[in-house]
């Protein structure tokens, strides 16, 4: 496993961790646990920490059932102080599809999930594969 805190751009200071994993189903508590204590690191509440964990745990699992890739990037970021960030990038450039589930379908409905829980989520397709994000926004704590 490999962790940095990095930057995303020149002149754009926000908290972000960024983790390659194994591409494997072992690595989605591991991404959940990354996600949780980037937000308690940053002083997020416990809401956000498990939906950023809810929402990675759905990411990682679609870019490890369908990336094609041998590892997966992780990322939690805080590109604005009332949102929460996270992605899974993979070197597959295949775009997730959200879509109708039958009831009696074992899975397909990590996208429905992200698409209820977020305020927005997206793909970016990159010259070597894509990342996946979602987004969500951080409610002030009460007091």
Do not use: Y
Not at 115 to 127: E, M, Q, S, V
């Amino acid at each position: 496993m490999t962790m940095t805190d990095e930057q995303v751009s020149p002149g754009q200071q926000h908290p972000r961790q960024s983790v390659t994993l194994a591409s494997e189903a072992a690595t989605v508590p591991a991404a959940r646990q990354i996600v949780r204590e980037a937000c308690s690191e940053w002083g997020m509440g416990s809401d956000a920490a498990e939906t950023g964990a809810l929402l990675i745990s759905e990411l990682v699992t679609n870019a490890v059932r369908h990336g094609h890739s041998h590892s997966v990037r992780v990322i939690a970021e805080q590109p604005r102080p009332d949102r929460l960030r996270v992605a899974v990038v993979d070197k597959s450039r295949r775009m997730p599809e959200l879509g109708p589930v039958r009831l009696d379908a074992f899975g397909g409905r990590g996208l429905l999930l992200v698409d209820a829980l977020t305020d927005r989520w997206g793909t970016d397709l990159l010259p070597w594969g894509k990342r996946v994000w979602a987004e969500i926004v951080i409610k002030a704590a009460a007091g």
